[in-house]
């Protein structure tokens, strides 16, 4: 755990020596699914069930961040086999998106990124049933990233997150493609010990 307490608390250097930050580390809090919950329902985001998922671990987030995953906005696609196609609507809205998204299976893709990243990395909320048949067959795969991060001005973490819930609003209801809602916090689920907390909040000071 040392050396992901090591590499995590990079991440939170990064984001406080960019401004970012207002709030003391003590106020870096373990996040519930039920917290997250309560943050969609009063930015009244319309979400579905089986759609919301966080992290497993310290060690997911640190292998996200490694992988430049971790930020917000984010939204990525995948075509049919699970390969990463190349965001050609970078510069559109995602209205575009949805208008174009049977074209996901004949774009530019690159087998050395898949959606099996994502998938061995991520819980279903409690809410959901089991996550909905990652077995089934989907015409392709969207990840879009949000967070309810205490350590940065709620005024930016605003910001950040309407992207990312206007990319979900326009994107969830595509028939027959697999939305993947993330949670990018660090949660209570993770049982971390107050020790592991102490010292992630002491590195940061």
């Given at each position: 755990m040392n050396n992901t307490l090591f590499l995590i608390t990079a991440i939170f250097y990064m984001l406080l020596d960019c401004g970012y930050a207002q709030k003391t580390p003590d106020e870096i809090i373990p996040k519930s699914s039920n917290d997250l919950?309560?943050?969609?329902?009063?930015?009244?985001?319309?979400?579905?069930?089986?759609?919301?998922?966080?992290l497993k671990g310290l060690k997911e987030l640190v292998a996200l961040s490694n992988a430049e995953g971790l930020t917000i906005p984010?939204?990525?696609?995948?075509?049919?086999?699970?390969?990463?196609?190349?965001?050609?609507?970078?510069?559109?809205?995602?209205?575009q998106v949805k208008n174009e998204i049977d074209a996901i299976n004949t774009q530019p893709y690159?087998?050395?990124?898949?959606i099996a990243f994502w998938l061995d990395k991520i819980q279903a909320f409690q809410i959901a049933e089991q996550?909905?048949?990652?077995?089934?067959i989907y015409d392709g795969?969207?990840?879009?990233?949000?967070?309810?991060?205490?350590?940065?001005?709620?005024?930016?973490?605003?910001?950040?997150?309407?992207?990312s819930f206007e990319w979900y609003e326009q994107l969830k209801d595509i028939p027959n493609m697999k939305v993947i809602f993330l949670s990018i916090d660090v949660m209570e689920e993770w049982g971390l010990s107050e020790t592991e907390l102490t010292k992630l909040r002491a590195a940061i000071n």
């Open positions: 919950i309560e943050e969609l329902d009063n930015n009244k985001v319309v979400y579905h069930d089986n759609d919301l998922y966080y984010n939204v990525q696609f995948y075509n049919k086999d699970g390969f990463f196609v190349s965001n050609v609507w970078s510069k559109g809205e995602c209205t690159t087998e050395d990124k898949t996550p909905e048949g990652m077995d089934k795969y969207i990840v879009i990233s949000w967070a309810n991060w205490d350590f940065l001005k709620p005024k930016l973490m605003r910001r950040l997150n309407k992207q």
